[in-house]
């Protein structure tokens, strides 16, 4: 598939999605908010044959972004889903774990230092805090570090 296949298969989901951004030729990130974001990177994953490579979390300040990195390796470029968590008191999104399992360690890692829950996860335990870590205290959050 070349860049014109590509975008046209992405065009697929575009009413899943808040916008498309192409900083340079080999990075495309698809922003949506938390609720689409299954269906999104599962999109990805299942019809357009992207690999997994990891899932970071930020603390944007007013609301929480989940980014999903994928490699599509036949253009050379990696997609990133951003997904926007706008609820900063119960912030949630939904697992991916479901249809990629390999998920499962860094989306526990994002509940850990974040404080997100992540929803239908098949093993909500702590990862890297201690067990004996205050419950509410989250490491990663500005409300910590600052």
Same mark, same amino acid.
């Given at each position: ?42 999109? %990805? ?12 979390? &930020?603390? !944007? @300040?007013?609301?929480? #972004? ?47 230092? %974040? ?12 990862? &890297?805090? !201690? @067990?004996?870590?205050? #419950? ?11």
């Amino acid at each position: 598939m070349n860049q014109q296949e590509l975008d046209k298969k992405l065009s697929e989901i575009k009413d899943r999605l808040i916008g498309v951004e192409q900083k340079a030729d080999n990075r495309i990130y698809l922003l949506c908010e938390a609720e689409n974001s299954y269906a999104v990177n599962k999109f %990805l994953f299942e019809d357009v044959g992207c690999r997994f490579a990891i899932v970071t979390g &930020i603390d !944007a @300040e007013h609301c929480f #972004e989940v980014l999903y990195h994928f490699s599509y390796d036949q253009l050379g470029c990696v997609i990133t889903v951003k997904a926007f968590i706008r609820d900063r008191e119960h912030p949630s999104i939904e697992s991916i774990t479901p249809f990629l399992p390999g998920a499962e360690w860094i989306e526990r890692e994002i509940h850990d230092i %974040l404080g997100i829950e992540i929803k239908n996860h098949p093993n909500m335990k702590r990862l &890297i805090l !201690a @067990e004996d870590w205050p #419950e509410g205290v989250y490491p990663m959050r500005k409300e910590v570090s600052t």
